[in-house]
Every structure is written in C-alpha cells, then in structure tokens.
C-alpha cells in the first residue's frame, strides 16, 4: 500500500490546477479518497469532526448487503439446478450463479460511475460514494434473466433523473435503484411484471452438461399467490420450480425462486444486524416497516375474500423484497424520514402500504418498490408535521408556564 501511495503521489500534479491532466482531477481525486483516507484537515470555521464519513458509511452497506448476494448467487446456482435435475455440489452451484450475477454488477457499476465521474468533472466538484451501495443494490433487485442492457439503461436513466438533477448524492428524493427497478417494470413490463422469476437452466457455464433445457419460466410464490382463484382459500400452497410445496422455512432461507437478493430473509437479518450494530440505519423505520406489514396483513386476513388477503402475516414478511426493502431502502437516510417520530410514522405507512398494494392489485404482487417510492414523496411531509407539532407542543407549553 505505501508503494500505492507514493505512486499517487507522484502523479499527483499531473492532475492539479495547471497540469496537463487537471482536466481528470474530479477521477483521480475520487480514485484517490477510495483507496486511501484524506490527509487534508479544516483550517477555520466551526467543524465536527468524526470518524465516520460518506465512504465509510457506504462500505458498511455494501458489507452488510454481502450476505444476501453471496446467498443470492448461490440459489441462482441452485434454481438452474433443481429445475434440470443436476447437483454438482456447493462449489459449482455457487460459481454457476456468481458467473450469472457478475455481469449484471459489472454493468451496473460501469454505467452508474461512469455517469458520475462525467458530471462531476463536468461541474468541478469531487466524486460522491454514494453510488457504492446504489451499484450493488441495483442488481440484487432484478430477476436473474433481465438482459445486461436494460439494466444499463434504466441505471442511467435513475442516476441521471433521480439523482443527478437533484443536485447528486443526499439531494435525492427517490432511492436511485428503486426508480431504476421502476424504470424496468413499466418500460419493460414483459420482462418485470413482478410475479414471474425466469430460472436459468441453459448451460451456458459448461455446468451440467447432458442436461440441458432452453428455459423454464416460474412464477415465484407471490405471483401464484397473486392468480390463485378465491375457491382456494384456506388450501393454496406456492410451490417451487418442481412443484413442492414453499414452506414458511423455504421462505425463510431462501431457496425459492426470486429477484437475486430478496429471497433470503436470513441472510437480510444478518445485513439487518450489521447495520444496526453500527448506527447505520434506523430501527426505529425498520421495526416500524414490519409491524406496518403484519398490522396491514392481520386485516386482510380478517377479511380474506382472496388468497393474497388470506396470506399470514409471517408469510407476508418474508416473501418477496418485504424484509429486503424494510432493511436496505425504507431506511435509506437521503430519501426517508429524518425526525424521530416521523420514522416510525414512516415505516409503518411503508410496511401498510406494501401489503395493500400486494392484496388489492394482482397485477402487481410484489408491492414494496412502490410503497417506498410512495412514501419517498411523502417523507418530507411527514417531517415538516413532526416538526410544527413539536413546536406547537412547546409553545403551549410556556403559554401554560406564563
């Protein structure tokens, strides 16, 4: 790393005022302050100074999102297997969906960076980490089939509308990589409609060989859910890519089919835990989110006049991108509400209205991306209410006090 350093160093001046390079100092002072931490200090003004900056910030995210994308590679890996026959073992399945997943990473990171270190160089100004967590999340929110160019448009079209003309990163309204998966729902709603999961099972690795199918295109359990005729209340029952049942604990791991990071509510626990032991996100907005979805749900199941209605609360939590959304985009600190009262308000309307969305609109089973979209707009709302209410309250107070 000091051999790094001195290299930098180095070639420093070449990008500075005045170098023949100064036309890339935005890129090579962003590659710079990602590899190694800024010795620059304030010398006036009034400053607080912390460990803790935007880079760091956004690495522990990405750390955290590590469990749900290594899990969510390996069932890719497993999905192609189950649905073909084969088991080649852990390592095989897990490289057959690491070589599946990379591209889509790749594409991701090309398009969303190379979009901001332009604008940056553009207006002068240094490279922002926020895209860090945006490029990973994006591909963990798209069925595994979603061709590399979609995701490279609908990444430029977040990153450029959602996100640079607001001023860049913490200006945002929209979380960019939900506008990104909104972009592919309705420009591409063939390939996004939510409820159908294409499995890999062409062999295109060279991975189970002799046993080879052209495609199979499976309805994850909330798409079944979504289509199941109201005669099948009380005895409906998901099932996988072979037709066994999806269990609660199915569910629960992960093993089903799915958008890339979503399935496992286990793994999410652990980036859930990571975020939390760190200060990262809110628990106020991510305990609010889950109490919103199961309050919403137990209503419905009182009512119960179709089978997304009948769904148990449990079930609701862990299918589809509930628990993903609740822990890595309702508690999103740019988009979401910032007062402490107003997180908990937050969180629940978001939790609420995921579940509405998912029993009320079969055309749209999965129905966390608009909830948190939804209440992306609102967010602010909620905290200027918060805020002239505590102010309200106070001035009552010294009235009283006189």
Not at 177 to 193: E, H
Not at 198 to 212: K, L
Request: hydrophobic residues 55%; neutral net charge.
């Amino acid at each position: 790393m000091k051999a790094l350093r001195n290299y930098l160093d180095k070639i420093k001046p070449n990008f500075e005022e005045g170098g023949k390079l100064a036309m890339f100092r935005s890129v090579f002072d962003g590659f710079e302050t990602f590899l190694f931490v800024p010795n620059t200090t304030s010398k006036s003004g009034v400053h607080i100074h912390d460990s803790i900056d935007s880079k760091r910030t956004m690495i522990v995210v990405v750390i955290a999102l590590l469990p749900a994308l290594l899990f969510g590679m390996y069932n890719v890996g497993y999905q192609h297997n189950l649905a073909i026959g084969a088991d080649p073992g852990f390592c095989m399945t897990f490289i057959y969906g690491f070589l599946a997943v990379l591209p889509k990473i790749i594409v991701s990171y090309v398009v969303g960076l190379g979009i901001e270190f332009m604008v940056a160089q553009w207006k002068k100004e240094e490279i922002q980490e926020g895209f860090l967590v945006s490029g990973i999340l994006i591909p963990m929110i798209v069925p595994v089939d979603t061709p590399l160019w979609m995701i490279a448009v609908a990444t430029a079209f977040a990153v450029v509308f959602a996100k640079e003309v607001f001023g860049g990163t913490g200006y945002n309204v929209f979380n960019v990589a939900l506008v990104t998966r909104a972009f592919l729902f309705f420009a591409y709603p063939a390939a996004m409609s939510g409820d159908q999961v294409w499995v890999r099972t062409a062999d295109t690795f060279g991975i189970g060989a002799g046993q080879v199918v052209d495609g199979f295109s499976g309805a994850t359990p909330l798409g079944q859910i979504a289509v199941a005729s109201k005669d099948m209340i009380g005895s409906f029952q998901a099932v996988d890519v072979l037709g066994q049942p999806v269990t609660t604990m199915d569910a629960f791991l992960g093993l089903i089919p799915g958008s890339i990071g979503e399935t496992s509510v286990l793994a999410i626990l652990i980036g859930a835990v990571i975020l939390l032991f760190t200060g990262i996100a809110s628990w106020k907005t991510m305990i609010s989110v889950f109490v919103g979805g199961a309050f919403m749900a137990a209503i419905f199941n009182m009512i119960g006049s179709t089978v997304a209605m009948a769904v148990s609360p449990l079930d609701h939590l862990f299918l589809g991108g509930f628990a993903f959304g609740a822990v890595f985009m309702a508690t999103d600190p740019v988009t979401s509400a910032r007062t402490e009262t107003g997180k908990y308000i937050y969180g629940f309307l978001v939790g609420a209205m995921a579940i509405i969305i998912r029993a009320l609109n079969p055309g749209y089973p999965e129905g966390m991306m608009l909830a948190i979209l939804l209440m992306n707009v609102f967010a602010p709302l909620i905290d200027y209410y918060v805020v002239e209410s505590n102010i309200t309250r106070r001035l009552s107070r010294v009235k009283l006090n006189k």
